[in-house]
Structures are given as C-alpha cells and as structure tokens.
C-alpha cells in the first residue's frame, strides 16, 4: 500500500454540489493534511443523462471558494473516459470465474450459484491469490473490517447477493467503478458517508478477487435538519452555490461550522481556520451519530467572521449588491462607505444583510409624521428635542464629529433639559433614516456628517410645525 495517505472526494456532477458533500470533502481534506497526504478530486460521471459540465464547474468552484485545493489538478480524473478501464477488468473477473455475463450485463458472483456452477468464492479467491503469488488471504465470512469511526463492522456473506458490475450498456456500476478508481488513484482512505456502509462488503469483495490490497474506511454521520429529518434536494437550502455562497455566507464561517458537524476539537473553542483544523483534527473524534445542521448556528459563525473583516474588504464584496439594488453608491465618499459598513457589520449575520435598508445613508428617507414622536413623548416635547439637538449639532467644531462626541451631546441634551432619551435619541435616529430599527443616532450622525444631519433634522421639524 501506498506509504503516503491519499484521500479523495468523489462527486457525481447530477446536481449543484451538495453541502453534505462539501462537509465529506473538508474531513477528507483535513484527514491528508494532517498526516502529510494528498486530497484528489474525482468526478464520477457515468449518469450520462443527468451529468452536466456545469455541475462540474459547479463542484470546482464550490471546493475552491471553501479553500479545498486538491492535489491532482493536472490529472483530473472522469470516470466518463475510463469506460474501457472497467470493461478490462470486469472482463478477467469472469476469465478468473468471480463474475459471470447474464442477460447482457455482468454480475459478480457472491454465491457462485449461476450456470449450475458450485462455485465457491473463498476458493476462488485463494485460487487467484495463488496465481498471481501476492498477500491477499483467503476470504472467510463474515466480511469484516475495521472502520475508522464505527469500529469494527461485520456483515454475514451469505446476506449479500450476486451484484452487477457492468451494466448491458457497457457502462460500469457504482461498485465496480469506485473500486477500480480507488485502487488506480492510489486511495488508501476512503472516507464517505454513512449512506455507503452497506456497499462496503461488496468492494471488499471485489478487492480481494483483483488481488488488491485493502485500504481503510470510515463512514460519517449523515447530517439531518433540526427536526431531525433528511436533509432533501428539493425543500432544504443544500447547494453550496446557490443556498450559502450567493445568500452572502462567508467561506470561512463554512468551513468552520461543517467541520463541528459530527467532530469535535474536545476543548470550549468553537472559531478555527482551516489552517487551524489541519492542526487539530482527529478522526476519531468524530461521533457516530448523525449530526444535525443548524442555520442559526452557521449565521452565528458567518457573524463573526463578518466582523473580522477588514472594512475595505467587506465594502468591496457589498458595493455590488448595493448597485445591484438601485443605490447610488457614489452619492458619498469612499471613507464614508467604509463608515456605514463599519456600523451596519455589528448587526448582519451575512453579507446580503448588508445590502439591505442602508439607503437612508445615500439619500433622505420619506417620514412619516406619526413616526417622528416616541410612543412616550410627545409633539411638544420632540420638537423641543430636535430643536436643541440641531443647535447642538451647528455648534460642534467640525474636528470633534465622531461617534462618541455626538453621542455624548445627545445624553447631555436629554438630561440637562428635562427632557428623557424618548424625547431626543428616538426622534433623532428617525428623522435621519426613516427607519423604526436602525444604528444609534450617533453613528448615523458620524457618517452622514454635520450639513447633512442638519438638513434631515430641519425637514422633520418642518413636518412637525
């Protein structure tokens, strides 16, 4: 066996790559790096109807937007143009009597019971172990083997039937072909889903007909919805692309929340780079049940590492939603862009959140008269409020317009005038963004700067006048 581990993900592109697959790529990946190895990619697409190279380059951009680089770039591997590959080797099975030609397809005999042959396939095994003088023992069941999560798993022999290989088309089966790959690309973990516990006997046979050294399996927990039902296709937000990366979900807050689902760091940390995860990655400690996938828990992470973000950056990333939604970007500086992201950052879970109810920032919001006045104040008192306010506001030298001055002046106006914080930040804060839920006023006061905030101030005070 190869000396150096070798882990692969191996997705069939039918569809837009799927987060439960994004999940097995990342413990695939950190298994390699942390011991040294390689992670390869290969697409399986023998679904000729179904497969696409869109979805193709749908699971490349997916892996590399997460920061999943595979090691086999310039060797890709399609299982598409190995088909003579498969016929090869399903052809010596039956030269070697483990498979026989039925109907137009070819089985692999478990039980050696077709064509009346009494066939025995511990014998054969030995038999061809013998022949080709290599160390693959005799077969005796149960099939067994040492998962890396499970432990040990058995399954009785005569529980499995005679399985196709290839089918009447010339075209392999899932089993054949994941075998044949596998053992061609030098996989010596295989680590997958739970899903394909029940076809590892199957493969086990099959390598030990060929003669081919073992590698070692685990099988990950499925990952269910909160209510603890499967996750589908067709109601569930499941496409990296489409639910997670377009929805403004950062790559790191994704690689940081599926590599909790199902395995743990065993310490109270929960925030880790991927560089981190190499470190620290055991497989196992990855639990045997299924794991159950959370969205408020991946916003949680998405926060945080939105407000890690370097202003710039993250202005960068929004400013086309921005345009994207009719907002004239321009309408302001650069440094003031950078302020709003600053303050709108501490209150989004995603980047699309950012992208929505800032207009207020570029252009003056329509009031409504009902609104200005805090449901416990009154007319009298709020015109008093942003009177003094604005006066305020005129006064203060340009030099110290900064959140924390302004808001200094707002507490001092409220409580040197006998007037409550209803009565001056409430009323303040809307007749600047039109909005009942915004910033405090202060910051909004920093960003769209003196003339401007006197300008919205003076147009309220008209209204309530």
Same mark, same amino acid.
């Given at each position: 066996?190869?000396?150096?581990?070798?882990?692969?993900?191996?997705?069939?592109?039918? *569809?837009?790559? %799927?987060?439960? +697959?994004?999940?097995?790529?990342?413990?695939?990946?950190?298994?390699?790096?942390?011991? *040294?190895?390689?992670?390869?990619?290969?697409?399986?697409?023998?679904?000729?109807?179904?497969?696409?190279? &869109? /979805?193709?380059?749908?699971?490349?951009?997916?892996?590399?937007?997460?920061?999943? /680089?595979?090691?086999?770039?310039?060797? &890709?591997?399609?299982?598409?143009?190995?088909?003579?590959?498969?016929?090869?080797?399903?052809?010596?099975? @039956?030269?070697?009597?483990?498979?026989?030609?039925?109907?137009?397809?070819?089985?692999?005999?478990?039980?050696?019971?077709?064509?009346?042959?009494?066939?025995?396939?511990?014998?054969?095994?030995?038999?061809?172990?013998?022949?080709?003088?290599?160390?693959?023992?005799? %077969?005796?069941?149960? #099939?067994?083997?040492?998962?890396?999560?499970?432990?040990?798993?058995?399954?009785?022999?005569?529980?499995?039937?005679?399985?196709?290989?290839?089918?009447?088309? *010339?075209?392999?089966?899932?089993?054949?072909?994941?075998?044949?790959?596998?053992?061609?690309?030098?996989?010596?973990?295989?680590?997958?889903?739970?899903?394909?516990?029940?076809? +590892?006997?199957? %493969?086990?046979?099959?390598?030990?007909?060929?003669?081919?050294?073992?590698?070692?399996?685990?099988?990950?927990?499925?990952?269910?919805? /909160?209510?603890?039902?499967?996750?589908?296709?067709?109601?569930?937000?499941?496409?990296? $692309?489409?639910?997670?990366?377009?929805?403004?979900?950062?790559?790191?807050?994704?690689?940081?929340?599926?590599? !909790?689902?199902?395995?743990?760091?065993?310490?109270?940390?929960?925030?880790?780079?991927?560089?981190?995860? @190499?470190?620290?990655?055991?497989?196992?400690?990855?639990?045997?049940?299924?794991?159950?996938?959370?969205?408020?828990?991946?916003?949680?992470?998405?926060?945080?590492?939105?407000?890690?973000?370097?202003?710039?950056?993250?202005?960068?990333?929004?400013?086309?939603?921005?345009?994207?939604?009719?907002?004239?970007?321009?309408? #302001?500086?650069?440094?003031?862009?950078?302020?709003?992201?600053? @303050? #709108?950052?501490?209150?989004?879970? +995603?980047?699309?959140? =950012?992208? /929505?109810?800032?207009?207020?920032?570029? !252009?003056?919001?329509?009031?409504?008269?009902?609104?200005?006045?805090?449901?416990?104040?009154?007319?009298?008192?709020?015109?008093?409020? !942003?009177?003094?306010?604005?006066?305020?506001?005129?006064? =203060?030298?340009?030099?110290?317009?900064? +959140?924390?001055?302004? *808001?200094?002046?707002?507490?001092?106006? $409220?409580?040197?005038?006998?007037?409550?914080?209803?009565?001056?930040?409430?009323?303040?804060?809307?007749?600047?963004?039109? &909005?009942?839920?915004?910033?405090?006023p202060q910051e909004i006061l920093s960003i769209l700067g003196k003339e401007e905030s006197i300008k919205r101030i003076a147009n309220a005070l008209n209204l309530l006048k």
């Amino acid at each position: 066996m190869n000396n150096q581990i070798v882990t692969r993900i191996a997705p069939s592109p039918t *569809g837009k790559f %799927h987060v439960g +697959t994004a999940r097995t790529a990342l413990l695939n990946y950190l298994f390699a790096k942390k011991n *040294g190895g390689k992670f390869l990619l290969r697409i399986e697409d023998t679904d000729r109807a179904r497969s696409s190279d &869109e /979805h193709i380059d749908d699971i490349k951009q997916s892996l590399e937007w997460l920061g999943l /680089h595979w090691d086999n770039k310039d060797t &890709e591997h399609y299982q598409s143009r190995r088909i003579d590959e498969y016929k090869k080797i399903a052809k010596q099975l @039956v030269s070697e009597g483990f498979a026989e030609e039925r109907e137009g397809a070819t089985y692999f005999k478990v039980k050696g019971k077709m064509s009346n042959e009494k066939s025995n396939l511990n014998d054969k095994i030995q038999i061809a172990s013998q022949a080709r003088n290599d160390k693959t023992t005799n %077969h005796q069941s149960p #099939i067994t083997f040492a998962d890396l999560i499970h432990g040990k798993v058995s399954t009785e022999l005569e529980n499995i039937e005679d399985f196709v290989i290839l089918k009447s088309d *010339g075209w392999p089966t899932f089993h054949l072909a994941v075998v044949v790959d596998d053992h061609d690309m030098g996989i010596t973990h295989i680590i997958r889903g739970d899903d394909h516990l029940s076809n +590892t006997p199957k %493969h086990i046979l099959l390598y030990k007909a060929l003669g081919w050294e073992l590698p070692q399996w685990g099988h990950l927990p499925l990952i269910l919805n /909160h209510d603890r039902s499967k996750m589908s296709k067709r109601k569930d937000p499941v496409s990296v $692309s489409d639910d997670f990366r377009a929805k403004g979900y950062l790559p790191e807050a994704m690689v940081n929340f599926l590599a !909790l689902l199902g395995w743990s760091p065993k310490s109270d940390e929960e925030f880790f780079t991927l560089n981190e995860l @190499v470190q620290l990655f055991e497989i196992a400690n990855v639990q045997k049940s299924n794991a159950v996938f959370d969205i408020e828990k991946l916003k949680h992470f998405n926060a945080h590492y939105l407000r890690k973000m370097d202003d710039a950056d993250l202005l960068y990333r929004v400013e086309p939603l921005w345009r994207k939604a009719g907002i004239n970007v321009d309408a #302001i500086n650069e440094s003031a862009r950078q302020k709003i992201i600053s @303050v #709108i950052k501490e209150r989004a879970s +995603t980047i699309n959140e =950012l992208a /929505h109810e800032v207009d207020y920032f570029f !252009l003056p919001s329509e009031l409504d008269f009902d609104k200005i006045v805090f449901g416990k104040s009154n007319k009298e008192n709020t015109i008093r409020g !942003l009177s003094i306010t604005s006066d305020a506001l005129q006064q =203060l030298p340009d030099d110290q317009w900064n +959140t924390e001055t302004l *808001g200094q002046i707002l507490s001092s106006i $409220s409580e040197n005038n006998d007037l409550s914080k209803g009565d001056v930040f409430w009323p303040v804060r809307y007749c600047l963004t039109g &909005e009942t839920a915004s910033p405090s006023p202060q910051e909004i006061l920093s960003i769209l700067g003196k003339e401007e905030s006197i300008k919205r101030i003076a147009n309220a005070l008209n209204l309530l006048k």
